[in-house]
């Protein structure tokens, strides 16, 4: 059988300080792809030194960075991981494994903060309402809207998400729930960013994602797409 290959897409927005530590430990004959959405420290060019496929996208948003990796991905399943040191990318090995064994459609990381401010209270207190109206609306019973994913590319592709905000991963569950995705969650240690963090890392900012994913749960249902697990008859 043909290997399973894998990209994994970073979001990455003046993460230089971040990015050696994280394509350090992307894993082996994996392909790293850094989104550049905007950085002035120099980022895009340090990790294109290290080794990551850079794509530049102008249009700022997490989401639009999400999608803009997701669209010049290749292999045959695409993760996703936060580019500020705060999740381990090497830990991707077991969720691409999962998806590629038929184990389930998508794989989510279900963030276990270990250290001081690694999560700050108002951006955690968002979280659990948001991830208590996941519940509510997909009857998936998850933890957390945490950005360390694994699914494969074509079926992402198939979702046709369109939010470019940070409603982008709400999106992606959403719509996978909708369209019966076996979907998994799995516990991932959760450390202090390097930087400071360009969403949740103030109430305003937390305000917003929680604002650009409340509307993303207020939309109708859309057709069924196929997960395309890959799985034998």
């Given at each position: ?19 050696p530590w994280v394509l350090a430990r992307i894993p082996a004959g994996w392909r790293a792809v850094v989104v550049d959405n905007g950085s002035d420290d120099g ?42 040191a705060s999740l381990d990318p090497g830990l991707l090995a077991e969720f691409a494994t999962t998806v590629a064994d038929g184990g389930a459609d998508l794989v ?126």
């Open positions: 059988m043909k290997p399973v290959t894998v990209d994994v897409v970073l979001p990455c927005l003046n993460e230089a300080e971040a990015l980022s895009a060019a340090l990790a294109r030194d290290l080794g990551a496929t850079v794509v530049r996208e102008s249009r700022r948003g997490f989401g639009a960075a999400c999608h803009a990796g997701l669209l010049a991905a290749e292999a045959d399943i695409v993760c996703f991981c936060d580019c500020d989510l990381g279900r963030r276990r903060p270990r250290g001081r401010g690694a999560w700050p209270a108002h951006a955690r207190a968002g979280n659990l309402a948001l991830a208590h109206m996941l519940r509510r609306r997909t009857g998936l019973r998850l933890h957390d809207l945490g950005p360390m994913r694994a699914a494969r590319r074509e079926a992402l592709l198939a979702l046709e998400l369109t939010d470019r905000r940070s409603g982008y991963p709400l999106q992606m569950v959403v719509r996978a729930a909708d369209a019966g995705w076996r979907v998994r969650e799995v516990d991932v240690p959760y450390l202090p960013r390097a930087g400071k963090s360009k969403v949740t890392g103030t109430w305003r900012g937390t305000w917003q994602a929680v604002r650009d994913m409340s509307r993303v749960l207020a939309e109708p249902p859309v057709g069924r797409a196929a997960p395309m697990s890959g799985r034998r008859p």
